[in-house]
């Protein structure tokens, strides 16, 4: 019976394990790249409405682009978003008994995946049912709610991504040793900034 239980057990771990790789790989292909091709992509706002909504217009106009954005995007999306509740659900902080840095950025990257979802859920529901356009984006960041709720979703989005960028290195064996992940970390913080300053950067045309 011991043996059953614990072949049980090896096996749920395997399970698990194998999940838990899957998401890690999914917060970056194709989430991560998403986000930092929508992050630019989005700089055509600041040619202004006329060539913003071109834009949009051309990437509407691929042929099956919806069952492209599903399988590429929503699905993945979906999957790292049901996960990383899961996960969170689950989860076991110990951020009271040992204050280190990475225990805050455990608890941030955890809450900031949560407040992501929620951003991504009502900015879809607000370009698919509503005015996929500058005016629409113009209409949304109009009231200072709203500017508040894109800036925060924005630069959380950004910080879900790069904190996961350095746990992705570690979780997969890419940065081995303390040199490695400190180089790392110091990378991450630069793309982390860089994508921020773009993303806000994105939402001050449309104000």
């Not at 899961?86 to 989860?91: D, F, H």
């Not at 009271?96 to 879809?124: D, E």
């Not at 049912?129 to 113009?138: I, L, R």
């Amino acid at each position: 019976m011991s043996n059953e239980v614990g072949l049980r057990r090896a096996e749920s771990g395997s399970y698990h394990f194998l999940i838990r790789r899957v998401h890690s790989l999914l917060g970056l292909l194709p989430i991560g790249i998403f986000l930092t091709f929508h992050l630019f992509l989005n700089l055509s706002a600041r040619l202004g409405p006329g060539q913003y909504d071109k834009v949009i217009q051309t990437m509407q106009s691929v042929p099956g682009i919806f069952l492209i954005e599903m399988i590429i995007i929503f699905v993945p999306i979906i999957f790292h978003a049901v996960y990383g509740s899961w996960v969170v659900y689950t989860g076991q902080s110990n951020i009271l008994r040992y204050q280190y840095p990475r225990n805050w950025f455990y608890i941030i990257q955890r809450l900031s995946g949560i407040y992501t979802v929620i951003f991504v859920a009502v900015h879809v529901f607000a370009l698919r049912f509503g005015e996929a356009s500058f005016a629409g984006m113009q209409s949304a960041v109009a009231n200072p709610w709203g500017l508040i709720f894109y800036v925060i979703g924005v630069v959380l989005a950004i910080f879900h991504f790069t904190n996961g960028l350095w746990a992705f290195a570690i979780t997969w064996g890419i940065t081995v040793g303390p040199r490695a992940q400190q180089i790392w970390t110091y990378i991450c913080l630069a793309v982390f900034v860089l994508l921020t300053a773009i993303g806000l950067y994105d939402l001050t045309a449309f104000m």
